[in-house]
């Protein structure tokens, strides 16, 4: 959160010139009466003894458990510059905010992270409706939202526009940037764009290094307090307790400046008592069908069912950093439990972590930002009923993937009973504690009554999730498709046809995720995944709308060169049509289909044999190879466990051009 990365202009903190070296603010400035960090995580206690007396959380249950007379400002999913829209609708807003509204541990809503005015015109008033419905649910708690003000006179324009956004803009003026000294002024522009703007506000000051910014000294920190100390601000902002591998926790310089001046503040003693950070009792316990998710290119979120309550984690096997777990909003129904999620922010992108879930020890990493491989599979079950299931999990696990995509059909567990729900994800354990679990959702997992989606959206994340109209009541509402970005791939998953709304409304959405990967040269290619087929031979053959929908996005779209599909027990693939390649990848685990009818005269290439892909991924190609799986009755291909079946590569645009006038 609060990043920006434009170099910044120049001002004081009464929006004059000042030359040469700034000169001090009266030193007499008081701190004000709420002080906010960010990211604490679970070192709330050690915070708040600090002077710090609003922390960062995510949730109530975190909210009710933060020391002392510290109170929560909630986190509640931010603003997709990508996409125009909320992450997280008003539907499920407005149950959050509902049963925060008496809280006294919640101080207010934290709604949006830089939204970008320039690239969604209609943000800012996007921004007062949320803020009126808030307001509507829960009377008296503010929000507030963080403008970018690192880009210059970009920023000076859009603070303006940001007005009535929300209760208080944040101000993120960085002036520390890395072989230079800080530029104060900026600060000061800053200052006099929201006095003149009319606007309430807090000064976000710097407390971190990167690869843009550098450390403050323990004077430049004072400085940046007292300046916006002296300004019209009515709270303060500290970022960050953690970032970039980093915590504040290791200034101590820095740390003695901060708990000086917090406790200048209005009713705080000069000489309080430090609050000790005690050992939690938490750390030990069971954990199983545990696996992880991608939640943002910075973020994961784990699941487990077991006693295990916490979650360590850091770069080593010594950890450093704990996450307590708390129950997930919708409640799996397949065993007793309990059921657990963490989820783990401030990590660096494409990064590998260390961590502990009770007795369990691995490693997860966040998005990859190079190369990478990834693995699909679907139509899987639970090894309890299929016994092909154990052996292609074994032979994912050996693939090594950064995350495994499962396009739907993910137990069985209407046709087999719940056990067979948990069985399933310890199945997975053999790659799910290292490799992230990507679903999309199947009809196995919502079109009979003897299984519904509280099973899966309890337990698996969705990125940048999305609802879709129709969705079943149970397990409503959201969740439903999302998408992620992975090294030079963005990934778009779609939905269940609950309705034909469902992919209709999916078309309109993912067009401007397409659209918007179409104009960043860091994306070179866009996947679709999915449980339906739009192009199929096999036992359920192509969903006529699906394929018109995917036709016109292929057409629109260069970059959008793959679709990765189930329900069809076989394996498929198409040559590309409308620049887009499908392929089925059905074989699981659970039982093989016989085909519907003959070779398509697009089909490359089909088998009924169980498989998995395995797809390797650079900036100039995706090689995808399909992997012979366990042997089982029904199959029309003998091969042997392991070896490669069919491959295809597609390359860049670019690059095609050119293998094509090559060959």
């Not at 290292?434 to 009979?448: K, L, P, Q």
Request: with cysteine; charged share 25%; net charge positive.
């Amino acid at each position: 959160m609060l990043i920006g990365f434009m170099v910044a202009a120049l001002g004081d903190a009464a929006g004059k010139p000042l030359g040469g070296r700034p000169s001090a603010p009266a030193e007499t400035s008081k701190a004000p009466r709420y002080r906010y960090m960010i990211d604490s995580g679970s070192s709330a206690p050690l915070v708040a003894s600090y002077g710090w007396n609003l922390l960062d959380v995510s949730s109530k249950w975190r909210a009710d458990r933060l020391p002392g007379r510290t109170r929560g400002l909630v986190w509640l999913g931010d603003y997709d510059n990508s996409t125009c829209a909320w992450e997280v609708s008003d539907k499920e807003l407005r149950r959050d905010v509902q049963q925060m509204a008496r809280d006294r541990k919640v101080f207010g809503f934290y709604i949006s992270d830089e939204p970008d005015s320039n690239a969604c015109p209609a943000a800012p008033a996007q921004h007062r409706a949320r803020t009126r419905l808030i307001h509507a649910l829960s009377p008296g708690k503010p929000t507030i939202l963080v403008v970018d003000s690192n880009s210059g006179r970009a920023t000076l324009e859009q603070i303006p526009k940001w007005a009535g956004a929300a209760d208080i803009l944040g101000l993120d003026p960085y002036p520390c940037y890395r072989g230079k000294r800080c530029h104060f002024d900026w600060i000061g522009r800053v200052i006099t764009a929201a006095n003149k703007a009319r606007v309430s506000y807090w000064g976000v000051v710097q407390a971190f290094a990167d690869s843009t910014w550098r450390w403050p000294t323990n004077g430049e920190e004072r400085h940046m307090l007292l300046q916006w100390a002296a300004s019209r601000q009515s709270g303060y902002m500290t970022f960050s307790w953690r970032w970039d591998g980093h915590t504040l926790k290791e200034r101590r310089g820095l740390l003695g400046v901060f708990k000086r001046f917090n406790r200048s503040a209005p009713g705080m003693r000069s000489a309080g008592r430090t609050t000790r950070l005690r050992p939690r009792r938490t750390l030990g316990g069971t954990a199983t069908e545990l696996h992880y998710a991608y939640a943002g290119p910075t973020s994961v979120k784990f699941d487990w069912t077991g006693t295990a309550r916490s979650l360590r984690y850091g770069p080593t096997m010594r950890f450093g950093s704990v996450v307590p777990a708390r129950h997930p909003r919708i409640t799996p129904f397949s065993s007793k439990g309990p059921f657990w999620q963490a989820t783990i922010t401030g990590l660096r992108p494409g990064k590998r972590y260390r961590y502990a879930v009770g007795r369990v020890k691995s490693a997860f990493s966040t998005p990859p930002v190079g190369r990478f491989r990834f693995d699909v599979e679907a139509d899987v079950g639970a090894s309890s009923d299929y016994g092909a299931v154990s052996a292609t999990q074994k032979q994912i696990a050996a693939d090594k993937p950064a995350f495994v995509i499962l396009a739907g059909d993910l137990t069985y567990g209407n046709d087999h009973g719940q056990q067979a729900v948990d069985r399933h994800f310890n199945d997975v354990m053999a790659w799910s504690r290292r490799a992230a679990y990507m679903a999309a959702w199947g009809n196995h997992e919502w079109d009979e009554s003897t299984d519904d989606l509280r099973n899966y959206k309890g337990r698996i994340g969705i990125p940048h999730a999305h609802a879709s109209p129709g969705a079943p009541h149970e397990g409503c509402c959201g969740a439903d498709w999302g998408w992620f970005d992975a090294g030079g791939v963005r990934f778009i998953s779609y939905p269940e046809p609950y309705t034909n709304a469902a992919w209709t409304n999916w078309q309109g959405k993912a067009a401007r995720l397409m659209a918007a990967a179409q104009r960043d040269p860091r994306i070179h290619f866009v996947v679709t995944f999915g449980h339906r087929p739009a192009y199929s031979t096999g036992h359920h053959p192509g969903d006529k709308l699906l394929a018109s929908i995917m036709d016109a996005l292929g057409d629109r779209h260069s970059k959008y060169v793959l679709n990765l599909n189930g329900h069809s027990h076989d394996y498929e693939r198409f040559v590309p049509i409308h620049h887009v390649a499908h392929i089925t990848a059905g074989g699981g685990g659970s039982s093989l289909e016989a085909w519907s009818r003959g070779r398509d005269s697009r089909t490359a290439f089909r088998a009924l044999h169980l498989e998995h892909l395995r797809v390797d991924v650079s900036a100039s190609r995706m090689r995808i190879e399909a992997f012979c799986g366990p042997p089982s009755s029904g199959q029309d291909l003998n091969c042997r466990l392991g070896t490669v079946i069919d491959s295809y590569t597609i390359h860049t645009p670019r690059r095609a051009r050119a293998k094509a006038r090559d060959d």
